[in-house]
């Protein structure tokens, strides 16, 4: 599984990359053989403004299957891609025992 993950707006730290690789192999558990690749993007839409700015966009890519894109926005990066991975596992998981 091929994973991309990029930061718009903010420098993307270890400790980001790390908390998004482990969130998607979770996530992805039962699909590992099914994934080509997934592209994660994170922003700070509001810069050091602040607010509910912290957008993480995920886009899953399976093999046979119709690609999977997910997004979140939140006041916190890590919730906000909690929320978009797991939304994307959900619906991966579905797709697959169809």
Not at 1 to 15: C, P, Y
């Amino acid at each position: 599984m091929r994973v991309d993950v990029r930061a718009q707006g903010f420098e993307l730290t270890n400790a980001l990359m790390e908390h998004t690789e482990r969130r998607l192999r979770f996530a992805l558990k039962h699909a590992t053989d099914q994934v080509r690749q997934v592209t994660v993007r994170l922003a700070d839409i509001n810069g050091p403004r602040g607010g509910v700015d912290k957008r993480c966009s995920v886009h899953l890519v399976l093999n046979g299957l119709p690609d999977i894109v997910a997004e979140d926005t939140e006041a916190d990066m890590y919730i906000a891609i909690n929320r978009a991975v797991d939304r994307v596992g959900r619906t991966a998981l579905r797709r697959m025992d169809h």
